[in-house]
């Protein structure tokens, strides 16, 4: 059997072209950051079409592990929702008190969104010095511990249409912090929310006057386009009770005895 070897400019001709992905360059990978301003720098990787033709992004600050149930995203950074900048970094804040230090144990994420697609790059693991609030929960601090000196993160994901395949990787769920489902859910910050557990119906009603268990939202009519949304996903505390069945032992009803003037009336018309 012959074969018949493409020369690769023709290779590369049939080859469908891969969405440029933004490589995000700083922080750098085992950087040692202190709170306060961040600079987020990326690159284009050199394929077509450009950065440029992203229509919107988000930059977030995240804490722990590379697997959903022990990562968490923390806060946004810079302005969010406007086509890539063409200087290619973004410069935003760090609140000390909204975590606390942890080495090794942060990355920043970008989600960069075209017509055909998103785009999930993330950076480097790096530390932050000098946070003074609450520190994470025991599933994130075990996972960064596990990672060691290790400065790999998620890897990035390219969903967009005609872009190489790449492994499926599910989207980040924040494991929750201690306590997190008892605080009130507008009392909480950051892109990931938690709610408590949905209340289970009882075997009787016996209550006669009915009250809401929490007051109603406050909303106002919207005259204007607003901004994104700031919360990314709700968590809904697990049910924790138990359901019990058994089998109705009771013998099954017999039938009636039939009625005999029933019975000729329905001869009556049996032909």
Same mark, same amino acid.
């Given at each position: 059997m012959r074969l018949h070897l493409l020369p690769l400019t023709l290779l590369a001709a049939l080859t469908p072209s891969i969405l440029a992905a933004p490589k995000i360059t700083s922080? *750098?990978? @085992?950087?040692? %950051?202190?709170? @306060?301003? %961040? #600079?987020v720098e990326w690159t284009d990787d050199g394929d077509d079409p450009s950065l440029s033709q992203f229509q919107s992004y988000t930059l977030t600050l995240w804490v722990g592990g590379n697997s959903p149930s022990n990562s968490a995203g923390l806060v946004a950074i810079g302005p969010q929702g406007n086509k890539l900048p063409s200087s290619g970094q973004v410069t935003g804040t760090i609140d000390p008190t909204i975590t606390a230090s942890l080495a090794n144990g942060f990355y920043i994420q970008m %989600? *960069? #969104?075209?017509? #055909? @697609?998103t785009v999930t790059a993330n950076s480097g693991r790096f530390s932050l010095t000098g946070m003074t609030g609450s520190p994470q929960s025991a599933a994130i601090r075990k996972a960064v511990s596990a990672l060691g000196s290790s400065n790999a993160s998620p890897p990035d994901v390219n969903g967009v249409a005609g872009a190489a395949p790449v492994a499926s990787v599910p989207a980040a769920v924040p494991a929750p912090a201690d306590g997190a489902f008892d605080v009130a859910y507008t009392m909480q910050t950051g892109l990931t929310r938690y709610a408590p557990m949905q209340g289970v119906p009882p075997t009787k009603i016996t209550v006669k006057d009915f009250k809401p268990l929490f007051p109603t939202s406050a909303y106002t009519v919207a005259t204007t386009w607003l901004a994104r949304p700031t919360i990314v996903t709700t968590v809904t505390e697990s049910q924790t009770f138990t359901r019990k069945q058994s089998v109705n032992q009771a013998k099954a009803q017999e039938q009636p005895t039939p009625n005999n003037d029933m019975q000729k009336f329905l001869k009556r018309w049996k032909d």
């Open positions: 922080p *750098a990978p @085992g950087a040692s %950051i202190s709170a @306060g301003s %961040i #600079t %989600i *960069a #969104t075209a017509k #055909t @697609g």
